[in-house]
Each structure stands twice: as structure tokens, then as C-alpha cells.
């Protein structure tokens, strides 16, 4: 029997019991992407990540709505269309493109519904309107429309903000049409030459807060379960689409899920900071799946520092589960609850999507299959299909086996892959600790055969060319 899931809630700040608002069904609304770039790898922790909270939720059997919209209308996309002397259009649907295509490779299921945010100018144009009249937003005179935040006297909760603190660090002469420092723009007044919507208040723009608040009213009503995003959203976006959408009277949503940052060199990965790489650019060098595997090894809520170190030992790592598979003539199979492999996955899993902890039952459930196999049992085949399924609900392991493994052989510098050099080592290592000698032997063979020699000291196994 699986036991409830338990997710970690942004607003309350702790681990609370996951109660749908309908039963066995399950609403989601992501911020996804501003379409004026490539995804980086920030970006792309956020598409895994969530695309992974979908998959297990079905998984156990919910019914999912899943939307992520995606921002083509604002100052950085308007900016990089002029650089680039294109139309905006052009610009958002070549990396509306790339962004898929990336997304893709990764494993990424798509979405329900990704509404655009210049599809949604009516709901955004009425929800502004609402504001105005409850009273949470005011006109100003340069055409802007601006909320209230005094007016909202939850502002700061889902953060932690302090509005005082916040109001004092401001420096008000930045923008002198608003009320307060903190008042956020809702609806921007058109300049020249740059895209527009007609209003009430004159021909203008949303700004970006907005947009989301709308959206996800459109597509999932005035309350929904989930709402999530990278931990960079807390504040002030998703601040700011608590304070509009509750001022509107919406319930909103009951959880907030955020996925921690990719960090370099103990910074957070960000355009704005220049110390970025984008999916495309890894993906030159590494698999998908390996940088799918590398960020599933982390809890998604946890910072994850990225290095080639780390991914090259995630090409390992993933590289042996695939030669565990090797030979097996793989289906997905029903998961029967009571069997302490698939126990110990959901236990992982429903602890707030523990994925490092769910991976470690895998490699458990490998280091079996291989005894059994050793032992030319029937058993082996039952848990390779299991370790197949498992693995399939975090989208790993889904690749023909003989062809992921042949992609690792392929050519390098020295003429050899080292990621299936290590997988080999690896191999042996375990063959050795299972005092399967023969296979060990035949490993060293198969190695030396491809000109590398294995050098063996102090319990450790180092490589080189021959």
C-alpha cells in the first residue's frame, strides 16, 4: 500500500501532507521561460524537475493538468529584437523552437497547455480592471497602471520579505508616478515603435507579474494545487502573483514548490551574471540523459553546483545502470506495491520527491540483478524489468540498451571514449567485489584488446593507453 505523499510547501515553510483539491486529480502552473535566449542549465532544472514531479504523480495514479507558460512580450525580449534588427515575432518563435527542442533531448514531457502570454491580453487587460476596482491598484499619470502593495497586508509571506526593510533599501526618485516605492507596475504605457495593446488606460503592455496571475487563472481556475518555479521567482514574482490574485478574491493555490539553483564556482547560474551554459552547448559534450540523471542526483530543492567532474560521474553512473540491463529483453511491467524494491522507490519519492534516495534503491536493485544473473536464476529477468520501470517513471533508462552503450565507444582524442573505459572499470570493480573472477578477467581482456592497460594499486584502478 503507498503511503500519502508529503511535499515541502514554500508558503508554510515545511513538509505538509499533499490533499488534492479534487480527488485523484492534481492542477500545476510553472513559470516557464522569457523567449529572448537559449535555456541554460537553470532553465533546465526547472523543465526536469517538474517534469519529473508530473511523471511520478501520474505514476500513482493521479489525473494531471500541467500547464508552464512561456513570456514572449517584454523590456529583454523588445531589446534583443532591436539588436537584432528582427521582427519580435521571429525572434520568440526561433527560441519558443529551441526551447522544445532542448527540452526534448532532456526527456521533457510536454506540457498540457503553454499559453503565451500575448494569447492572454483580454484576461490579463479584465484582471488589471478588477484591481483597480477593489481598490489595489491606481492609474498614474505617465500611463502606467500600478498595484498597491500597502493595500495587501499578506505581502511578504511566501518570501519573507520585511516591507519596511524592502521600502527603506528603495530609492523612491527612481520612479516618481508611484505611490510607494514598492508598488509594482501592472500595466506599462506603450513608447515608441514597441508593440501594444489598447486598454482602458490607454495602448500599453502587461508587465511581467501579471501575466502568470492571469494565465493560470485562465487555464485552471481561481484555485488549483500547485504552483512552482525556480527558487529565484520566490520574490518578487511570485510575491507579486500572490498579492494579485488573492486581491482579486482568488483561493490561488494551496502549495508553492520552488527547485533550488545551479551554481558555479558557489554562484547562481544566471544570464545576469554571465557565468551561464546553455543546454545546447552541454549537450555538445554530454548526453542528454546524463545531464537529465545529474540533476535528478540532487533534491530538487537543494543547490546543485555544476563541474564536469560532476557530470562525468554521472555519465558513470548511468552508464551502469544501462550494461546492468544488458541482455534482458525489457517491458514495463505493473508495479506490485509490496515488493520492498518498489516499496523503498515510493517511500523515497513520496518523502518530498526524494530522488538521490530513489536512485540509490536503483543501484541497490542493480547490484541484485547482477548477483542473480551471476547465479542464472529466473530472478534476474523479474528485476530487470522492475529497475526498467522504476527508472522509467524519473524518465531514465529508456533508451535501447545496445544503442546507449555503442554511443559510448565512440572516438575520442586518444581514440577511446573514456565514459566507457570508467563504465568498464566500474564493471570490473564490481565482478571483483562479487569474486567473479572470470568475468573480471574477460573485462581486462576487453580493454586491453582496445589498447588500454589497467593499472591496479592500493584498492584503486587507474587507466591508460597502451
Known sequence: MIAELQIYDSLSKQKQRFIPIKPREVTIYVCGMTVYDYCHLGHARVLVVFDMIVRYF???????????????????????????????????????????????ALGVLPPDNEPKATDAMPDIIAMVQKLIENGYAYPADNGDVYYSVHQFKEY????????????????????????????????????????SWSSPWGFGRPGWHIECSAMSVEHLGTHFDIHGGGMDLKFPHHENEIAQSKACGHRFANYWLHNGFIRIDNEKMSKSLGNFFTVR????????????YFILNSHYRSPLDYSDQELELSKVALTRLYITLRGFDLKTIELDADITWVSRFHQAMLDDFNTPQALAVLFELSHEINYQRQQQTDT?????????????????LQTDVEQFLQQ?????????????????????????????????????????????????TAGKTSWRMA
Request: aromatic share 6%; proline share 2%.
Open 281 to 292: 552547448a552541454v549537450l555538445k559534450h554530454y548526453r542528454a540523459e546524463v545531464v537529465r
Open 408 to 456: 559510448g565507444q565512440s572516438s575520442t582524442q586518444e581514440g577511446i571514449d573514456s565514459e566507457w573505459v570508467l563504465a568498464k572499470i566500474e564493471e570490473r570493480q564490481q565482478a571483483r567485489q562479487d569474486k567473479n573472477w572470470a568475468l573480471a578477467d574477460q573485462i581486462r581482456e576487453e580493454l586491453t584488446a582496445k589498447g588500454v592497460i589497467l593499472e591496479d
Open 58 to 104: 501520474r505514476a500513482i495514479g493521479y489525473q494531471v493538468t500541467y500547464i508552464r507558460n512561456i513570456t514572449d512580450i517584454d523590456d529583454k525580449i523588445i531589446a534583443r529584437a532591436n539588436e537584432n534588427q528582427e521582427s519580435i515575432q521571429t525572434l520568440t518563435q526561433r527560441f519558443i523552437q529551441a526551447m522544445t527542442d532542448d527540452s526534448k
Open 156 to 195: 511578504g509571506q511566501l518570501s519573507g520579505e520585511n516591507i519596511d526593510e524592502l521600502r527603506a533599501g528603495e530609492r523612491v526618485a527612481i520612479d516618481s508616478y508611484k505611490q510607494d516605492p514598492l508598488d509594482f507596475v501592472l500595466w506599462k504605457a506603450s513608447k515608441p515603435n514597441e508593440p
Open 380 to 396: 534476474a529477468k523479474k528485476l530487470a524489468n522492475l529497475l526498467y520501470t522504476l527508472a522509467g517513471i524519473l524518465g531514465l
